[in-house]
């Protein structure tokens, strides 16, 4: 089946200092990858997507590139601000004949940013 | 309006009540995907419509839960006898269908006290 493991937090930085929060998966055939962020008290916004294999997510000045040969899409960015604090999900998404396309996300990480 | 409204934004309700939570999709957004998530957790998938009807309602937990989509358009999610367990962040999105991205609403928390 399909799934989602990403890394446990909570994780603290310090401003500027370097993001990795780990994320693998596994899926049954050729998912879409993503990672969405979600702030306190809102829902979950996109923030950027893979639709195959070494096709690399950018925005905000974070990225992560689709790694079918470690089933990998790991979110970085090389200097964290303290808006960057919030939740973020990685998911998959796999387009089915009858089902559509069914998320399935990882449990989520948690990031605070301390100036 | 421009993204994926949900409404109540709250909703507080006492153990053995009926509740309907409300999702306005994205304007001619085939696809609408209900989601649970409870706190600490990712969202778990519940149901998901492609136009009027559910093409997978396997995420259901019970016969509690049941949604609707007449129209195509707005979705209500009910449920009946609530329980405290059913306490959780409800999410709604939309995708344009035939692609593989969705568009989330703020959802609406429930509270079963």
């Known amino acids: 089946g399909n799934s989602v493991t990403q890394m446990e937090g909570p994780v603290t930085l310090s401003e500027e200092a370097f993001l990795t929060i780990n994320c693998t998966y596994t899926?049954?055939?050729?998912?879409?990858l993503f990672w969405y962020v979600q702030y306190p008290g809102e829902g979950l916004q996109l923030l950027l997507k893979?639709?195959?294999?070494?096709d690399k997510g950018s925005n905000k000045g974070f990225e992560a590139t689709y790694r079918k040969e470690t089933t990998s899409f790991h979110l970085e960015k090389g200097s964290v601000q303290v808006s960057d604090s919030a939740v973020y999900f990685c998911?998959?998404?796999?387009?089915?004949?009858?089902?559509?396309?069914?998320?399935?996300f990882g449990t989520g990480t948690s990031l605070t940013v301390i100036p | 309006g421009a993204g994926v409204s949900q409404t109540p934004s709250n909703k507080v309700t006492e153990k053995g009540k009926y509740v309907e939570l409300r999702c306005d999709p994205i304007?001619?957004?085939?696809?609408l995907y209900w989601y649970r998530q409870s706190l600490g957790q990712g969202p778990e998938f519940l149901i998901y419509?492609?136009?009027?009807?559910?093409?997978?309602d396997s995420g259901l937990p019970n016969d509690r839960f049941f949604a609707v989509r007449p129209e195509g358009s707005v979705s209500t999610l009910k449920i009946q006898r609530t329980e405290r367990g059913d306490s959780a962040m409800y999410l709604c999105?939309?995708?344009?269908?035939?692609?593989?991205?969705?568009?989330f609403g703020q959802g609406t928390r429930l509270t079963v006290v």
């Open positions: 998911a998959l998404s796999e387009s089915l004949s009858n089902t559509g396309n069914q998320f399935y």
């Open positions: 899926a049954t055939g050729y998912p879409s």
């Open positions: 893979a639709t195959k294999a070494d």
């Open positions: 419509f492609q136009g009027t009807g559910a093409a997978d």
């Open positions: 999105a939309s995708s344009p269908g035939g692609g593989p991205e969705a568009f």
């Open positions: 304007s001619g957004h085939t696809a």
